[in-house]
Structures are given as C-alpha cells and as structure tokens.
C-alpha cells in the first residue's frame, strides 16, 4: 500500500475515534475547545450546530458571548441537572454474613454392623432367618446338627447322677474312711461341670444374633457345612447412619462435636438430612492435608442404607460485610470498585471481594448500610459527573 494510502486510513480512524469519544463523553467537545480545535470542527464531530459550538469556544477561552447567543450545554446541563447528567438505576447498600462453609463427600456406615459367623463347626440343619428381616438381639437365626452335643448332654447327666447317689451314700457310711467321702463329693462337683459343658456346647449349635439389627442376604443354605470362620448372615442396625467425611486443615479448629450437618443422597434427591458432628479424628492427615470428621445422621423413617454416598454440608458464622448487587462491580487497571451516588455526583469507590453469592458480592470498602451505589447505565458514568437516578425520577413525577 502506498504511503498516502496508509496515512489517509489513518486519518480516518484518528476521526472516527475522536467522533466517539466526544459521543459518549459530554465534557469531551469543552475540552477540545480549550485545547484549541475550532468550534465549528467540534460541531462537525458532534452533529451540533456552529452557533453553539462558536459560544463555548468563547466561554472556554475567556470571552463573552455575543447577546442573545444560546448558553453551552455543558453549563446548562451542570446548572439544571438536566440532559447532561447521566440516567442510572442505583440499589442501596446492605450488609450481609460471610457463610463460610464446608462441602465434601463422605460414605454412609451402620451405627452397628455385625457378621454373624457359627460359633462351632458343623451342617446347617435349619435357617430361621430372611432378608430384610428384623431382628432382636439373642434371635436365633439358624442351627447346626447337634446330635453328638444331645449325646454328650444325656451322658453328663448319667454320669452326675451317680456321681450324686455315691456321694450321698459315702455321707451316711460311718464306715467309710473321710478321704473317700471327699473323693465322692470331688466327683459330683465334676460331673456337674461336665453337664455345664455339654449344655454349653449343645447351645453353641444355635446361631444367634448379637444385636438388635436387619438382616442383609443370608450366605448359606440348609444342608452346607460351616466352620467358625464361614458368614452367615450380616446385621445392620440402621436407626442412625454414620458419615465419614473430610475436612480440609484449615477447618481442624472450626469443627466442633456437636455442630449442625446437613447431609443429601443421590439415592433420595431433594431432601435434605440434619445431622452432627459426633466425633474428630486426633490427627491430620500428612499425605492429604485432610482431617477425619464422623457425623451421626438420624434415620428413623429408615430411609438411608449403608454404603451410600452423601454430599455433606457444614455452616460456620462469619464475618459482617456490606452486600452489593452483581452488576455494581466494575473493574479498571487498579482493581474493582463500585459507582456511589452522592449529592447526584458519581464516586468511584474502592473495594475488595470478599464473597460471591448468587445474588449479591460481599465486599470490603468505604461503603455502609443504606449508600446508593449505580447499577445500570454505567457506561457514560465519569467520576464526579452528575448522575439522575431513575427510581428518584419516577418518584417525583
């Protein structure tokens, strides 16, 4: 491309920068003025007429102006408040709590569960126990083949029957020499504990629950042959659910036994579990970062199972900041600040993010309870220019 090809484009793009910029900035044309451009230049940028531009090129550099000639817009608009002063929608400041607060992921447990195993070796004769079944606590729920323990039993009795015949007759002999006399009763007290034995095996043949609890699938069938290490059936007792989550270090102070959680389920959507922290780990995990928390969620409608996963959900108080709308906050090379409105002057105001919430962001500035900070309309807001505020307009008409 030519040079003055080059240099003509440039031109135009120099002017139609400098168009915009006195569109949009009303105080832009008074300032070329002062910097010399000729009002009727200025005119041409803005699509005012001469006249107008003339008297504040004349008013700009200290002259009069002629009688009768119309007095700058800018002066007017600043003296009235009118078609100068920028339309805004402004919502006032509140004050809000920082909700600091803990999400995680945590896995559901019994407050009980037991594996119920035999507590001797032998066939399963009968099973008195379904899934899904309740169950108290010494129910039995299945048998073992006690044939031999039954033998054992009636041979304990025998032999503690003689045992008690011969240690009576030995106690009315004055014949009998005192040594065997002890010797008998010796016998008895031995044979006694003999049908405690076979007593106590025969009841081992039972397979009993160790605590009130529900059923789970049952492992085994009639007919199998079990030792003490086979399952049999698993107990849970659900009337509460226990969560295992973790917590982040930062929270190892903040967590106390006790605290309010709120627990969800997949497996339950839209409803919401209260529950507490009923136990903290001791220590924090080097690998992770994390601590150990357990909470106890009720489960008395028996809603929840074992297993299942839980979104968590802990809330701590925080701290107090003024609450603004989303759209208030701006950002330029310094950072973010807000418009505040003040005497109809527009303030930029410094502030810090503290917080995002949906609906409103907490932040940390000169701002307090009540103060009018501009929401929309805030492309041609300049700092210290005048400001109408729309929601005052249609007040006042």
Same mark, same amino acid.
């Given at each position: ?11 135009? #793009? ?13 105080? *832009?044309?008074?300032?070329? &003025? ?29 002259? !009069? ?9 800018? *002066? ?9 002063? =920028?339309?805004? *929608? ?36 009968? &099973?008195? #126990? ?20 039954? &033998? ?23 014949? #009998? ?17 003999? @049908? ?22 049952? *492992? ?11 399952? =049999? ?26 605290? !309010? @959680? ?66 208030? #906050? ?30 409103? @962001? ?12 501009? =929401? ?17 307009? @249609?007040?006042?008409?």
């Amino acid at each position: 491309m030519r040079i003055w090809k080059q240099l003509l484009a440039s031109m135009v #793009v120099m002017l139609v920068m400098l168009g915009l910029w006195v569109y949009l900035v009303p105080s *832009a044309g008074d300032s070329l &003025i002062r910097m010399g451009m000729p009002g009727q230049a200025v005119a041409l940028l803005r699509g005012a007429p001469a006249s107008t531009e003339a008297a504040s090129d004349q008013t700009a550099k200290g002259e !009069p102006a002629q009688p009768g000639a119309a007095a700058p817009a800018s *002066a007017a608009g600043q003296r009235s408040g009118g078609p100068r002063a =920028v339309l805004v *929608a402004a919502e006032p400041v509140a004050i809000g709590t920082v909700n600091d607060r803990l999400s995680a992921i945590g896995s559901g447990y019994a407050i009980q569960s037991v594996v119920v195993m035999p507590q001797a070796t032998g066939t399963i004769t009968d &099973i008195l #126990v379904s899934s899904g079944q309740m169950v108290k606590k010494g129910d039995v729920l299945a048998r073992l083949d006690d044939d031999e323990q039954l &033998i054992e039993q009636e041979k304990a009795q025998v032999a503690l029957k003689s045992a008690v015949e011969k240690s009576a007759s030995y106690r009315n002999l004055q014949s #009998v020499a005192r040594l065997d006399v002890l010797d008998a009763q010796i016998a008895e007290q031995a044979a006694k504990l003999a @049908v405690s034995a076979a007593e106590f095996n025969l009841k081992r043949r039972n397979i009993v629950a160790p605590i009130d609890g529900i059923a789970g699938i049952v *492992a085994v069938n009639v007919g199998d042959n079990v030792t003490t290490q086979t399952s =049999v059936v698993t107990l849970d007792d659900r009337s509460a659910i226990l969560v295992d989550f973790w917590a982040p270090e930062r929270f190892a102070t903040a967590i106390e036994p006790g605290q !309010p @959680v709120e627990a969800t389920s997949i497996a339950r959507p839209g409803r919401v579990f209260q529950g507490a922290v009923e136990a903290i780990d001791n220590r924090i995990d080097a690998a992770s970062r994390t601590m150990r928390i357990r909470a106890r969620v009720d489960n008395a409608d028996d809603q929840l199972r074992a297993g299942m996963s839980f979104g968590v959900l802990v809330r701590f108080a925080g701290e107090r900041f003024p609450s603004v709308d989303p759209l208030a #906050v701006q950002w330029d090379a310094e950072g973010s600040f807000v418009w505040q409105i003040r005497d109809n002057k527009s303030v930029k105001t410094r502030m810090r993010i503290v917080q995002r919430n949906p609906d409103s @962001v907490l932040v940390d500035g000169d701002l307090k309870e009540g103060d009018q900070v501009a =929401v929309e309309g805030l492309q041609r807001v300049r700092e210290g220019g005048a400001i109408r505020m729309a929601g005052a307009e @249609v007040a006042s008409q």
